[in-house]
């Protein structure tokens, strides 16, 4: 059995109920915190909650209006829920950038607002943001996306300036391309945007930046962040824990 090192902490995870979220999830759960699966799939984040003892909270992150008002009493925040778009600048859809970027930057700017007062009263909170390579070098096609994680590397990097001396820190997880549900729905679109086989996409594009030639696993990235709000992570703030497989040596 894992170190409980977070036994008596709470955390939530956004888009918690698949993906790295769900790794993270059982990462934090399997290191003794309860965890709350923040997702627009009920159903899904009931099941994952079932399975690792925590709770189900079923929120549209899209609709950032009705976060405003929010308290959110968590020791750990893990801002990790998003979406993609493939497409040419000149084609984009606009009210798809938009939704991205609520999802993507408002709602944890948001979120992390609400959370920031239980976190100051007790003296200590984690926040994590999921970035992205994407938050640290540009691809094509990725307008949106790339964008959002841009903003989100910045907001993070103020919440770590503004916590440092009330005992919370903020910390980017910045991975390659992790096998997840969001990747493998972007490979056809990828095909299409670079005129490819979808095999040809993710040898020649998806992978090719990267010296190591794998997709990082989501279990990996939820020991990383389970470390990050640990006891030996609390000099770790403002910065960037990064998973790339080489892809940012260059």
């Excluded at 750990?76 to 930057?105: C, H, K, T, Y």
């Amino acid at each position: 059995m894992p170190e409980q090192m977070l036994s008596g902490r709470t955390a939530v995870v956004t888009g918690g109920a698949s993906g790295i979220g769900a790794g993270v999830a059982r990462a934090l759960a399997a290191h003794g915190a309860t965890v709350t699966i923040a997702d627009l799939n009920g159903e899904a984040a009931e099941a994952l909650a079932a399975e690792i003892g925590g709770r189900a909270w079923q929120v549209d992150l899209g609709a950032t209006t009705a976060l405003e008002d929010l308290t959110l009493d968590t020791d750990i925040l893990v801002n990790n829920a998003g979406i993609q778009q493939v497409s040419p600048i000149e084609e984009f859809d606009p009210e798809r950038w938009r939704l991205i970027m609520r999802i993507m930057l408002e709602s944890p700017f948001l979120l992390i607002r609400a959370a920031l007062p239980h976190m100051y009263a007790q003296g200590w909170g984690r926040i994590i943001n999921i970035s992205s390579v994407h938050g640290l070098v540009a691809s094509p096609y990725k307008a949106a996306y790339v964008s959002a994680k841009h903003g989100l590397e910045g907001l993070s990097k103020v919440t770590a300036l503004e916590g440092a001396e009330k005992g919370v820190t903020s910390v980017c997880v910045n991975p390659g391309y992790a096998w997840t549900p969001l990747v493998e729905k972007q490979l056809p679109d990828q095909a299409k945007a670079h005129n490819m086989s979808v095999e040809e996409v993710t040898e020649k594009v998806i992978l090719a930046p990267q010296p190591i030639k794998d997709f990082v696993q989501t279990a990996d990235l939820g020991e990383m962040v389970a470390f990050l709000c640990g006891p030996h992570g609390a000099m770790i703030t403002g910065s960037n824990f990064i998973a790339d497989g080489g892809w940012t040596a260059r």
